[in-house]
Each structure stands twice: as structure tokens, then as C-alpha cells.
């Protein structure tokens, strides 16, 4: 079967021939996707290790901030022979005005990473710019966009702690985890900054998401500044590594996957390659086995840390607390000193749930960075998603009957196979899921059905000619049409379940999307969102040569 050439598989990255990657029926369920877990090639450990490679150093030059916390600051540092700034703007907020939704107008802090060194009249433009944010007007010099509210609560204590000449509670710090949470991190044009191509070429910046997540790990630091500043004292080092920075996300962040095919694919692609390479390691040497141990017990001290108020959320954190223990177990000397012992671990997880599975499977990538870190290089795919017009429409038959059974088999005529839909709220600016069979709306449905699609598509396909006879009679079904072909180059480009179903739960593809982001520790308010925290356990600004192992960190304080 000929396949368009703009859709060409993803590039052999000579991963071992003996095992075979996941199948996409298995892995792009929402029910695995929302089980999982950070890897090595998530983002923030990629640009951490991108970091330490180029022994990259972090300076201070402006520190305008008084003694309450207010005022701004900069942070540079020169990275992939480009210099960069994050420009920081503290500004005193009333109570009333904390909000950490998308449409509020003021935050405890705002950030800009700035490509450069800024100048006086730079720094005046973006203090007078940053809190304003969407409101605001931005140059191609602003990179990143972000802002941020306190925790309130840790952060008070932490400082009425280090004034009284004290470490903060231990049991405080691990209850939040953050000084400041995030409630946007902007990149790619938004607003008027730089667009991705700006700097998608330069060394350290290719990657997804890489600027944005320097932007976090900056914007960390400084919450450590801040509350040294104002509490006048300094923090231990283990109680830095654990503050982290908080974010909660919402359903904003749910369509991204769905309307990135082959940014998907590619992420997923890298996981999965990476998992089968892995899988084919004949043998471990000594320091490989005594790392997955040290690993097994990390996770135990991790899961043990991990509470949430969500009872759902809970009982599946205690499902693996409770499966732990067998998984230890398991690895006996024996099989662990056998052949392709990894495969054989693998192989054997199916017994345990499906959150368990998935944190083995990270686990499992840990102990492999030099067989298994390049794959970060093709997470970035650089081609988007076209329609090749001239594919026979029995070739386009051919795909949808071989990759799309999960769609045909859908009644989505049954009420519940249809009962949500979703939209752009006028009022929140956000996107959301309403119920179709109880509110007003559909006709505003943001076309994210699509299993629907292609279902309805294949029932009008003509059988004869060219893909541009029958879209030229049916131009509604063109986007289905580029789906199918899409998905037929790039086998993780599709979330095969109903996004429609009344059972869709829209946190599955948020958890999705933030373990490849780095984030751990999972805090769902609903089915609809969640907070997280980034950056917990990692480097500080001069720790980067310990950049590669901050994997489900520990509290250790």
C-alpha cells in the first residue's frame, strides 16, 4: 500500500530488531494514558541534562526586590552559545484578587524569559509589561510568558521560619511541595512573543516545550531568592530540592494531543522505542541491577509521600502501594542475572493494575540513559499533517477498516456515546466539556470527535477514483480524510477511545501530556483538572552535575 510521502514513518533509530514496541491499541487507551508516570525523555530531565552538558552557569545581576518581597529581579545565563534572561516581577496583590483561573487580571508574580541580555529600557518595558500579561504588548525579544500566585500558607511559614532561625516544618513542605504555582506558561507567539521557529533550531532549544520548561526551572530558583530575601536566612538544600513550582491545569490543556497527531506520535514513539530497547538488553552488569533496586525502593518512598484528597485518585495510589511489594519481589537474583531480563519483567506486569504497569515501565528506562537519550532528538517533528488528495479511495478504505475498528464499532446514536461536547466558553476564554443531552451549546462543538468523524466519513466513501473526487462532492469529511492517513504513518497519533462518551474522563489526557512535561505527584480536584508539581527533586542552579537522577524524588528532610 503506497503511503503519501509528506507522511513518512518516523526515521529508524536503530532500536533493536528483536522486540517489538508496544501496539497502539494497548498503549493509546486513555485508561494507560491516564496511568502515566515521568520518564528519562521528559522534558524537563532532557533540558536538565541539555544543561549540564553545556555546564551551563546561572547569575544574579539584578536583585531590585525590598525587604517585603516586592520589585523585580534578573537571572541570567548563556546556553547553546545564546544568552538568555529570565526577567522577574513581584508585585504586592491583595487576598481578594489570588485567583489561579486563566482569566484573572493580576498575580503575585509575573516572568518573562527574554533572548538576551536586557538593557535598562528593556527591563523598564517588561517590568511595566509582565503583570499585565495578556493585556500587555510583547516583542519577538520575549520568549516564554508566565505568572504566578503563592501558596500562600507555605509561604508565610517558611519565612516566619527562617526569621525565627529555623528550617521550615518538614511535614509542610511535603504536604505542598511548592512555593508559587504557575497558572500559565506561554510560548509559541502567544500574545505577540517570539514564535517556536524563532529558536526551534538552537542548540538546547529544539526540543518540545524546551524554553517553557526553562522557564520553570528559573522561576524555581527565584521562589528559593524570594523566600530566603523576605525570611532572611537561608534554606537547607534538601528543603530547595523539594519545593518544586505547583501548576494546575485544566481542560485548556485536554485539546493539545488531540490537535497535535504527530506531536503525539512522536513522544509517544520515543517512549515506546525507548521501552524496546530496553526490553532487548541481553544481560544487566552489576551496576544496572543494583540501580533498579535502588530505584524499587525509591518509588516505595515516593508512593508513601504521594497523598491526595481525591478518593478515586487515592485508592489508585494504594492499589500500587499494595502491588509494590510483589513487583519487588519479584526481582529475584535469579531473574535478574537471566537473559533479557527487562523483557522478562515486562512481560510479566500484566497481573497488576494499570498504574502499576506504567510506573514499572519507567522504572525500567532509568538504569539505560546511553542507550535510550538520543530518542529525545525526534520529539520535535518538524512536518505537519497533510491531505494527500490523489490516494485511491479504496487505499483510503483499506486504512480505516485496519486502524479505526475502535471508531466503526461505536454506536454514537446511544445517548451515552454522545453526551458530551466540546467547546470554548465566551465567559472563561477556556475550553470545556458541556453535556449535550442536558445543556445548550453543540452547535458551538469543537470538532474533537474524532471517532465520530471517521465513522460518519466511511459511510459516505465512494469506492472509485482519487481522495479528491470524493472530498470534492463531501468537502465536510477532509479533515477525517487527513486523520486516516495521518494515522496510518504515525500509529500513536490517535487517542483510540470516544472523547465524546459520557465515561471520557478529560484528566487522562492532561496526565498524559504532564508526565511527558516532568511532572510527578499527580493532585486531581476533578475530572477536569489537577495539580501538579515540576521541577521537585531537581538541581539547583549550581547541583546541574547531578542533573540525571531526580527521578520520583524523595523528601529527604
Known amino acids: 500500500m503506497r503511503l503519501p510521502s509528506n507522511l513518512a514513518p518516523m526515521k529508524d533509530v536503530a532500536a533493536p530488531a528483536k522486540v517489538s514496541l508496544r501496539p497502539p491499541e494497548q498503549v493509546m487507551r486513555l485508561s494507560r494514558m491516564g ?8 522534558f524537563l530531565r532532557v533540558l536538565l541534562r541539555a544543561l549540564a552538558a553545556d555546564r551551563v552557569a546561572v547569575s544574579r545581576p539584578i536583585w531590585a526586590i525590598d525587604a517585603t518581597g516586592f520589585g523585580h529581579a534578573v537571572y541570567t545565563l548563556r546556553f547553546g ?8 516581577v513581584s508585585t504586592d496583590l491583595p487576598p481578594d484578587m489570588r485567583s489561579d483561573r486563566v482569566i484573572a487580571d493580576a498575580w503575585d508574580c509575573a516572568f518573562v524569559l527574554y533572548d538576551g541580555i536586557p538593557d535598562a529600557d528593556e527591563i523598564a518595558r517588561i517590568v511595566a509589561n509582565a503583570p499585565l500579561q495578556e493585556a500587555a504588548r510583547f516583542t519577538a525579544r520575549d520568549l ?7 501558596s500562600v500558607r507555605l509561604f508565610d511559614h517558611v519565612t516566619q521560619a527562617l526569621r525565627a532561625g529555623q528550617q521550615p516544618d ?30 526551534a533550531d538552537r542548540p538546547g532549544l529544539g526540543g518540545p516545550f524546551m524554553a517553557e520548561m526553562l522557564t520553570v526551572w528559573l522561576i524555581r530558583g527565584f521562589t528559593h531568592d524570594l523566600a530566603e530575601h523576605v525570611g532572611g536566612a537561608l534554606l537547607s538544600r534538601a528543603a530547595k530540592r523539594h519545593l518544586g513550582v505547583g501548576n494546575a491545569t485544566g481542560l485548556g490543556m485536554a485539546p493539545f494531543l488531540v490537535n497535535h497527531p504527530l506531536l503525539l506520535d512522536a513522544w509517544m514513539q520515543a517512549r515506546e522505542t525507548a521501552i524496546a530497547r530496553v526490553r532487548a538488553v541481553p544481560a544487566l552488569n552489576g551496576a544496572q541491577i543494583s540501580r533498579i533496586h535502588d530505584l524499587v525502593a525509591r518509588a516505595a518512598a515516593h508512593l508513601a509521600q504521594w497523598d491526595v484528597a481525591d478518593d478515586i485518585a487515592m485508592a489508585r495510589i494504594k492499589t500500587i502501594q499494595t502491588e509494590w511489594p510483589a513487583f519487588a519481589a519479584m526481582l529475584t537474583p ?28 519507567a522504572l525500567v528506562l532509568e538504569p539505560f540513559g546511553d542507550l535510550v537519550d538520543d530518542l529525545a532528538e525526534g520529539m520535535a517533528p518538524a512536518v505537519l499533517p ?11 478504505h ?28 465566551a465567559e472563561k476564554l477556556e475550553p470545556r466539556l458541556g453535556s449535550r443531552h442536558n445543556e445548550p451549546g453543540a452547535d ?40 486516516v492517513q495521518t494515522l496510518a504513518a504515525h500509529p500513536y497519533a490517535e487517542i483510540r477511545d470516544n472523547l465524546i462518551d459520557a465515561a471520557c474522563l478529560p484528566i487522562d489526557i492532561l496526565r498524559c501530556k504532564l508526565a511527558f512535561f516532568g511532572a510527578a505527584k499527580f493532585d486531581p480536584k476533578s475530572d477536569r483538572w489537577t495539580r501538579i508539581t515540576l521541577a521537585q527533586g531537581a538541581p539547583l542552579f549550581d547541583e546541574l552535575a547531578e542533573a540525571d537522577d531526580w527521578w520520583l524524588p524523595v523528601a529527604a528532610l
Not at 35 to 42: D, E, Y
Not at 176 to 194: D, E, S
Not at 386 to 396: G, I, R, S
Open 170 to 199: 518538614p511535614d509542610a513542605l511535603r504536604a505542598t511541595g511548592y512555593l508559587m504555582r504557575t497558572t500559565a506558561v506561554y510560548g509559541n507567539g502567544k500574545f505577540g512573543i517570539a514564535d517556536r521557529g524563532h529558536i
Open 444 to 483: 458551538q462543538e469543537t470538532p474533537l470527535d474524532i471517532g465520530r468523524q471517521v465513522k460518519t466519513m466511511a459511510a459516505d466513501l465512494a469506492m472509485e477514483g482519487p481522495v479528491a473526487r470524493f472530498l470534492a462532492v463531501c468537502p465536510q469529511h477532509r479533515a477525517a480524510v487527513r486523520r
Open 35 to 42: 496511568a502515566a508516570f515521568p520518564t528519562r525523555l521528559s
Open 81 to 88: 552559545g545564546f544568552d538568555y534572561s529570565l526577567v522577574v
Open 398 to 425: 483499506a486504512l480505516i477498516t485496519r486502524d479505526w475498528q475502535w471508531a466503526l464499532a461505536i454506536d454514537y446514536d446511544n445517548p451515552n456515546a454522545c453526551a458530551q461536547f466540546w467547546y470554548v466558553s
Open 144 to 150: 516564554v510568558l508566565s505568572r504566578a500566585n503563592k
Open 386 to 396: 497533510a491531505l494527500d488528495p490523489v490516494m485511491d479511495c479504496a487505499e483510503l
Open 334 to 361: 535469579e531473574l535478574l542475572a537471566s537473559e533479557y531480563p527487562i523483557d522478562q519483567i515486562l512481560t510479566q506486569i500484566a497481573r497488576w493494575a494499570v498504574d502499576t504497569q506504567e510506573l514499572i515501565v
